[in-house]
T-cell receptor, first 115, second 114 residues
Framework: AQKITQTQPGMFVQEKEAVTLDCTYD???????LFWYKQPSSGEMIFLIY????DQQNATEGRYSLNFQKARKSANLVISASQLGDSAMYFC????????????WGAGTKLIIKP | EPEVTQTPSHQVTQMGQEVILRCVPI?????FYWYRQILGQKVEFLVS????????KSEIFDDQFSVERPDGSNFTLKIRSTKLEDSAMYFC????????????FGPGTRLTVL
C-alpha cells in the first residue's frame, strides 16, 4: 500500500536555526514524485519543493532543500535559517504515477518558530 | 504569476442543501483535481478530471458528488445533499501535463454544514 508518514506532529525551533521535517514513504512503484507543501494558518496550500524518484540530485529551492534518501525511503525537508513566517503546517505528499497522479498526503507537522 | 482561484472562500449551508464550489484552474493546465481536508486531519483525494471526464475518483466521491467543466475555464464540485460530515476545506488543484509537473492549489473553500 502507498503511504506517507510524518512522525513529528509538532516542532518548536528558534528563529534563524535550521530545521528538518521528517517524511518517510512507502510505495512499490519505481516511478514516483515527492512534494512538500506549506499551509499557513490562513489555510492555503503553498507548493515548496519537488523531488522525482529518478532525480540524481537532491532538490533545492532557496532556503528549502529536500534530503532524499531513496534506500531508506525518506524525503526530509530542510529549512535553513528559519524565519518567523515559516510557522505553519507542513505536508509531505507523494504523487502516485499509476493513478492519474493523485497526491497521497502525510498527516503534517506543525512548525512553530520562536523569536 | 498565474494562480488557481476558488470561490467562495467560505460557504455555510444547511444539511441537505446543494452546494457548488467553484474553481478557475491555471489557463494552460490540463489536469484538475479536488481534494478535501477535514479540520485537523490529512488531505484526502476526491477526484481527478482530464479531457472533460473523470479520470479517477476515491471512495469518498460517491453519488452525492459531481464535477463539471461547464465553460472551458471553470471547474466545479457539486455536493447534491450536504451532510454534517461534508464540513471541510475543499481544495482545487491543477497541473499542466506530463509526469513530473507540480499540482498548484487554490486557496480553498471552507464548507460548513449546519
Amino acid at each position: 500500500a502507498q503511504k506517507i508518514t510524518q512522525t513529528q506532529p509538532g516542532m518548536f525551533v528558534q528563529e534563524k536555526e535550521a530545521v528538518t521535517l521528517d517524511c518517510t514513504y512507502d510505495t512499490s512503484d519505481p516511478s514516483y514524485g515527492l512534494f512538500w507543501y506549506k499551509q499557513p494558518s490562513s489555510g492555503e496550500m503553498i507548493f515548496l519543493i519537488y523531488q522525482g524518484s529518478y532525480d540524481q540530485q537532491n532538490a533545492t529551492e532557496g532556503r528549502y532543500s529536500l534530503n532524499f534518501q531513496k534506500a531508506r525511503k525518506s524525503a526530509n525537508l530542510v529549512i535553513s535559517a528559519s524565519q518567523l513566517g515559516d510557522s505553519a503546517m507542513y505536508f509531505c505528499a507523494m504523487r502516485v504515477m499509476d493513478s492519474n497522479y493523485q497526491l497521497i498526503w502525510g498527516a503534517g507537522t506543525k512548525l512553530i518558530i520562536k523569536p | 504569476e498565474p494562480e488557481v482561484t476558488q470561490t467562495p472562500s467560505h460557504q455555510v449551508t444547511q444539511m441537505g442543501q446543494e452546494v457548488i464550489l467553484r474553481c478557475v484552474p491555471i489557463s494552460n493546465h490540463l489536469y484538475f483535481y479536488w481534494y478535501r481536508q477535514i479540520l485537523g486531519q490529512k488531505v484526502e483525494f476526491l477526484v481527478s478530471f482530464y479531457n472533460n471526464e473523470i479520470s479517477e475518483k476515491s471512495e469518498i466521491f460517491d453519488d452525492q458528488f459531481s464535477v463539471e467543466r461547464p465553460d472551458g475555464s471553470n471547474f466545479t464540485l457539486k455536493i447534491r445533499s450536504t451532510k454534517l460530515e461534508d464540513s471541510a476545506m475543499y481544495f482545487c488543484a491543477s497541473r499542466i501535463s506530463g509526469a513530473t509537473d507540480t499540482q498548484y492549489f487554490g486557496p480553498g473553500t471552507r464548507l460548513t454544514v449546519l
